[in-house]
Protein backbone atom coordinates (compact mmCIF):
# COMPACT_ATOMS: atom_id res chain seq x y z
CA UNK A 1 0.00 0.00 0.00
CA UNK A 2 1.10 3.65 -0.45
CA UNK A 3 0.45 5.74 2.52
CA UNK A 4 -0.71 9.28 2.49
CA UNK A 5 -1.09 11.47 5.22
CA UNK A 6 -3.96 11.04 7.54
CA UNK A 7 -3.91 7.33 6.94
CA UNK A 8 -4.07 4.75 9.88
CA UNK A 9 -1.87 2.06 9.82
CA UNK A 10 -1.10 -1.18 12.08
CA UNK A 11 3.02 -1.33 11.83
CA UNK A 12 4.51 -4.54 12.70
CA UNK A 13 7.45 -6.78 12.04
CA UNK A 14 5.86 -7.59 7.92
CA UNK A 15 7.15 -3.41 8.05
CA UNK A 16 10.24 -4.17 9.58
CA UNK A 17 12.21 -6.20 12.02
CA UNK A 18 11.93 -3.77 14.96
CA UNK A 19 8.55 -3.49 14.97
CA UNK A 20 8.16 -7.23 15.55
CA UNK A 21 6.06 -8.89 18.33
CA UNK A 22 4.99 -6.66 21.14
CA UNK A 23 6.86 -3.79 19.38
CA UNK A 24 4.33 -3.16 17.06
CA UNK A 25 2.29 0.50 16.97
CA UNK A 26 -1.00 1.86 15.46
CA UNK A 27 0.81 4.95 13.41
CA UNK A 28 -1.69 7.97 12.18
CA UNK A 29 0.58 9.51 9.02
CA UNK A 30 1.04 13.19 9.10
CA UNK A 31 3.91 13.05 5.92
CA UNK A 32 5.37 10.53 3.39
CA UNK A 33 9.18 10.96 2.55
CA UNK A 34 9.35 9.54 -0.97
CA UNK A 35 11.89 12.11 -1.81
CA UNK A 36 14.12 10.39 0.62
CA UNK A 37 16.61 7.86 -1.06
CA UNK A 38 16.00 4.75 0.00
CA UNK A 39 15.83 1.24 -1.08
CA UNK A 40 13.15 0.04 -3.30
CA UNK A 41 9.96 -0.83 -1.59
CA UNK A 42 10.68 1.18 1.23
CA UNK A 43 9.66 4.52 2.70
CA UNK A 44 9.89 7.14 5.38
CA UNK A 45 7.31 7.99 7.32
CA UNK A 46 6.23 10.56 10.01
CA UNK A 47 3.55 10.05 12.03
CA UNK A 48 1.80 9.88 15.67
CA UNK A 49 2.01 6.67 17.54
CA UNK A 50 -1.84 6.12 19.23
CA UNK A 51 -1.92 4.02 22.02
CA UNK A 52 -5.37 1.67 22.91
CA UNK A 53 -7.64 4.52 23.40
CA UNK A 54 -6.53 6.26 19.95
CA UNK A 55 -4.90 9.48 21.72
CA UNK A 56 -1.56 10.42 20.17
CA UNK A 57 1.74 9.22 22.81
CA UNK A 58 4.40 10.34 20.76
CA UNK A 59 5.68 11.48 16.94
CA UNK A 60 7.88 9.30 15.25
CA UNK A 61 9.74 8.56 12.20
CA UNK A 62 9.73 5.02 10.74
CA UNK A 63 12.04 3.22 8.02
CA UNK A 64 9.19 0.95 6.98
CA UNK A 65 8.61 -1.29 4.10
CA UNK A 66 5.51 -0.53 1.78
CA UNK A 67 4.39 -4.53 1.34
CA UNK A 68 4.40 -4.74 4.91
CA UNK A 69 2.25 -1.98 5.89
CA UNK A 70 -1.86 -3.07 7.24
CA UNK A 71 -4.33 -0.15 7.07
CA UNK A 72 -6.95 0.31 9.64
CA UNK A 73 -10.44 1.22 9.00
CA UNK A 74 -11.20 3.57 11.94
CA UNK A 75 -9.51 3.74 15.67
CA UNK A 76 -11.25 2.87 18.41
CA UNK A 77 -13.72 4.73 20.44
CA UNK A 78 -11.91 6.70 23.49
CA UNK A 79 -12.81 5.02 26.66
CA UNK A 80 -12.85 6.34 30.22
CA UNK A 81 -13.58 9.94 31.05
CA UNK A 82 -14.34 12.45 28.10
CA UNK A 83 -12.26 15.31 27.34
CA UNK A 84 -14.79 17.51 26.26
CA UNK A 85 -16.68 19.83 28.70
CA UNK A 86 -20.71 21.19 29.10
Known sequence: ???????????????????????????????????????DGWVWLTGYVLDAAGLATTKRELFVQFAGLHPLRHVLAPTGQSTRRR
Do not use: I
Not at 1 to 9: T, W, Y
Not at 13 to 39: I, K, M, Y
Open 1 to 39: MRPKPGDLLRVDGCASVQFGGERALTLRVVAVHLDRPTF
